[in-house]
């Protein structure tokens, strides 16, 4: 079956950096878009990033442009977030997700969730 699974949370201070990594199994990447949520307490589910890993096209909500890139390994099915200079407000919990293409991410139609990461930013 399908299994998203995250890891390289952690707690670092603001303006460090973090790497999340999600192993996918289960499926055929190549025809999938696999992207990261996010969800900080008190606050509803959000887009970060995604990647088509067919065509390489990428997503980025605004509040993460120019800090976070999205990857993945030439080798495996582990797609990678690396966010750098993160702020207090980046903390939260980030899920690895898998859908259709950009269209059904931006549109949050996602079939597959991993259980997510812990991310903490603060001093």
């Known amino acids: 079956q399908v299994q998203l699974v995250e890891s390289g949370g952690g707690l670092v201070q603001p303006g460090g950096s973090l790497r999340l990594s999600c192993a996918a199994s289960?499926?055929?990447?190549?025809?999938?878009?696999i992207g990261w949520f996010r969800q900080a307490p008190g606050e509803e589910r959000v887009g970060v990033s995604c990647?088509?890993?067919?065509?390489?096209?990428?997503y980025y909500a605004d509040s993460v442009k120019g800090r976070f890139t999205i990857s993945k390994d030439n080798t495996k099915d582990i797609v990678y977030l690396q966010m750098n200079n993160l702020k207090p407000e980046d903390t939260a919990v980030y899920y690895c997700?898998?859908?259709?293409?950009?269209?059904?991410?931006?549109?949050?139609?996602?079939?597959?969730w991993g259980r997510g990461t812990q991310v903490t930013v603060s001093s």
């Open positions: 990647l088509s890993i067919s065509d390489g096209n990428t």
């Open positions: 997700v898998a859908t259709h293409d950009l269209g059904y991410y931006k549109d949050a139609i996602i079939p597959y």
């Open positions: 289960g499926f055929a990447l190549n025809y999938y878009a």
